[in-house]
Nanobody, 123 residues
């Protein structure tokens, strides 16, 4: 199965933008549905966005709809999360996840996880 490595996190002011990347290796990336989740200190790991293996279908948590965009480049074995109009409440560790069979919105539906990347939004 694939291994996942996130990058692109950092510190940004409210209203700013960041693009997260998740690079896959060791498997057939194009056959995996991909998701982004986030976890703030003391809170559950929450769904952010998901994309079908074909790239033709996406969906988002209500809290990020219209501000975040998930995309993928199967040739580069990479999935992206473009985050615009960032808010302090977007501060969290962001994780990418992969699964062959689901595009679900709960963490339990994904078989493979990256190690996470920290995003901090200052007010």
């Amino acid at each position: 199965q694939v291994q996942l490595l996130e990058s692109g996190g950092g510190l940004v002011q409210a209203g700013g933008s960041l693009r997260l990347s998740c690079a896959a290796s060791g498997g057939t990336f194009g056959s995996y549905n991909m998701g982004w989740f986030r976890q703030a200190p003391g809170k559950e790991r929450d769904f952010v966005a998901a994309i079908h293996w074909s790239g033709l279908s996406t969906y988002y948590a209500d809290s990020v709809k219209g501000r975040f965009t998930i995309s993928r480049d199967n040739a580069k074995y990479t999935v992206y999360l473009q985050m615009n109009s960032l808010k302090p409440e977007d501060t969290a560790v962001y994780y990418c996840a992969a699964d062959r069979y689901t595009m679900g919105s709960t963490r339990y539906e994904y078989a493979v996880w990256g190690q996470g990347t920290q995003v901090t939004v200052s007010s």
